[in-house]
């Protein structure tokens, strides 16, 4: 929620996911572009530190339960970036209260499920079921009850 404090953890894959793009940047665009992406890219994270569940970021059920997206041209604005159609997506999610963990940071147009690692599905879902019950045992009557 925004105004608690997270912790953000990448995974070994989300930063090998960063430097592939990093790569490929210089390849096609050069050394300014890589720059730019780069600024871009940590404001997303920066974005998502402030506020796991900010507007724009989705709930990924389709993936998993507790699985989150983030468009990282959400962030344009706060990174002022001229980059005009980025093209990454953010995964994560918390494996607890205070931290977030980056499981990939992929394509938008590649198959999100595929690429998100079973693991990191399975924490998410435990997390998720985990803070369900809290909230269930904190309020017993529940929504419209």
């Not at 608690?4 to 960063?18: G, N």
């Not at 974005?47 to 997206?69: F, H, T």
């Not at 962030?75 to 918390?94: F, G, N, Q």
């Not at 998100?116 to 419209?144: H, K, L, V, W």
Request: charge should be positive; aromatic fraction near 6%.
């Amino acid at each position: 929620m925004p105004g608690e404090r997270y912790r953000l953890i990448r995974s070994a894959i989300a930063d090998a996911d960063i430097a592939e793009i990093r790569a490929y940047t210089l390849k096609t665009h050069g050394r300014e572009a890589v720059k730019i992406y780069t600024r871009l890219l940590r404001q997303a994270f920066k974005d998502i530190l402030a506020d796991p569940y900010r507007p724009g970021s989705k709930e990924r059920p389709e993936i998993g339960e507790g699985v989150r997206s983030y468009h990282i041209a959400l962030s344009r604005e706060r990174a002022a970036s001229p980059v005009k159609s980025p093209r990454h997506l953010i995964l994560y999610y918390l494996p607890t209260e205070h931290q977030i963990a980056v499981s990939r940071v992929l394509h938008d147009s590649r198959d999100l499920a595929r690429h998100m690692p079973r693991t990191d599905i399975d924490r998410a879902e435990a997390f998720d079921a985990n803070r369900r019950t809290r909230r269930a045992e904190e309020d017993p009557g529940g929504p419209g009850r």
